[in-house]
């Protein structure tokens, strides 16, 4: 009786416990404190009433489709190798690397490099696997891939499509810590990748711009990892070892306007008028890629 | 012995129950949201959460210049109409569906790289006078032009 007595508690305590974790991402209340005047007041308590928060980081594919439209080249070499897969033997690595993958499949695609993107599709289906992600990237991924190598905006989308399964089974499965972890990791590889391709700020301004338009996505990274570090260690530990990148961002300055909206009423398009500038030095921009570089590096170890 | 039973019943009940919405959530939003990004292509970001009337949330994401983009915003059909707004980081309102109808799609273009605010809010069912309240998934997809 008295065994019974203590499986009842062990039932409610783990009940609750599960109830708190299935939770924990939603109820994400903004401060409102220091209200200054009514007009921020009125913003502040919009917040306050907002209950759930999410961050979406940008596509490793839309990443690399910028970085292409502002100029930049393919380099096979600067690729994670994937022979390099069979060391990834931690939860951590595998996602980490699942995203580093990720981010490689898609530069590939962007450049439509058919033999690379079956190899990385390969690469990354099993360390999927390793994560019990079978179906994110299943047979039927690999033949529609095989089947329109020849197409590049049809292989975009079977790669967007291996990235919503990913993240989604992720989500599904009360692991969204591991979804995280993938999405950094395709994070650091495109940053990578860009800061690898690009050497002088007035040269290549075009592509610096874009590389440090990624401070923006940088906060939400931050941000969304946040939200795990105190139960997860793993988080932690990426979240430390993004302090070099917070603190090279930090130091470039990106200045702008307010935003105006047009809308094309023909098109139903409305165009977000505004204006940007990049402060940034040579050496600001060097210090930028090595810390990017020290951290892929260190992902893909 | 019976009592242990049905607690377990409970609890596994509840795990369960957790699990199967938010499955139905992905299955929604793949099914249901996904095609109203055509022709753009989905980021592959699956950004969706399970709401009743009332109550809202936020997306936080980074959209670039030059770049064409298209909002798509679902709910479960059991839920009333979902206003969906857009703001600029310092939270001026820059587009909201409650003055277009409630229209589900939004397509912008960004002169220059902004963090943009995706704000969603279920509506109350003032028509429907019952003690239930309405819950179900809203997904938020966002594509963009690969052209």
Known sequence: MRSNKKLIRLLIVLGLMVGIVGCSNSDKKTDTSNVVDEEQAQKENLVKEVKKVMFSLPSPVETTLLLKQAGAGYDESLLNPTSNSTKYNTDKQKALNLGVYGADLSYASIFEQDQTIMQYMQVSKKLAIGLDLLAAIDQSIIDRLEANHDNRDSVIRIISETFLNSNSTLKEDNRPEMAALILAGGWVEALYLATQLTKDVVKDKELVERIVEQKLSFGELTQLLGQYTEQNADIADVVAQLQGVSKAFEEIEIVKSGIETVTDEASGTTVLKATQKINITQAQYDALKKVAADLRNSFIQ | ?147
């Open chain 2, 1 to 147: 012995m019976k009592k242990v039973s049905k607690l377990l019943v409970l609890v596994v009940s509840f795990v369960l129950l957790g699990t199967l919405s938010y499955g139905q959530c992905r299955t929604f939003a793949k099914s249901e949201c996904k095609p109203a990004l055509e022709p753009y292509v989905h980021d592959g970001i699956f950004n969706a959460t399970e709401l009743s009337e009332g109550e809202s949330a936020e997306l936080y994401k980074t959209f670039y210049s030059n770049q064409n983009y298209r909002i798509a915003i679902c709910g479960d059909a059991q839920l009333p109409k979902i206003k969906f707004s857009i703001m600029d980081a310092d939270r001026n309102v820059l587009f909201t569906n409650a003055k277009h109808s409630f229209k589900r799609v939004w397509d912008f273009k960004m002169e220059s790289s902004q963090q943009l605010i995706i704000s969603i809010e279920v509506e109350t069912n003032d028509e429907n006078i019952s003690d239930e309240i309405a819950r179900g998934c809203v997904a938020v997809l966002v594509g963009f032009s690969a052209d």
